[in-house]
């Protein structure tokens, strides 16, 4: 990855410091969002390294809400469709859906039962990797498919939260790191 993209990245994500609650540095992506190119930079960056990873998908798959961002542009820059993962009651067709654990809870993620075929391989991408229950899901259902989960990728990963236990075996890729 180049540093001038790794440079601008860090200082276009946006810290606001106790937000949702005290203690959280929250890690704003909004305004690289907003910064023109910039999203195609990242695309074209996610795709050198599903190359240099030796990731070849069949399907991208994205969580709502941010997911939806990430994996189409990837999934149409690499000619292959997208898969998305909602809450329950978002979809309209038969689903398969997985319930996890949160720190303080639980949560509930659906996909359509015909999304994905036995053997297809995907790769799951979403905005930020903190504590893995999210993407662990999403690779519980591409499973259950019958998918091969070649990894999952992010735009940044919270350091010291200890995810990549909780989704591993799934490998992690992740452009930016910072501190949880």
Known sequence: MTNALLDELRETVRTIPNFPIEGIMFRDITPVLSKPGLLERITDQFVRDLEMLGWVPDLIVGPEARG??????????????????????????????????LEYGSNVLEMHNDAIRGGQKVVIIDDLLATGGTIAACAELCQSAGADVLGALFLIELLGLDARSTIAPVPAHALLEFPA
């Open 68 to 101: 939806f961002i990430f994996g189409p542009l990837l999934a149409a820059r690499l000619n292959i469709g997208f898969v998305p993962v909602r809450k329950p009651g978002k979809l309209p067709g038969e689903t398969r859906r997985v319930e996890y654990t």
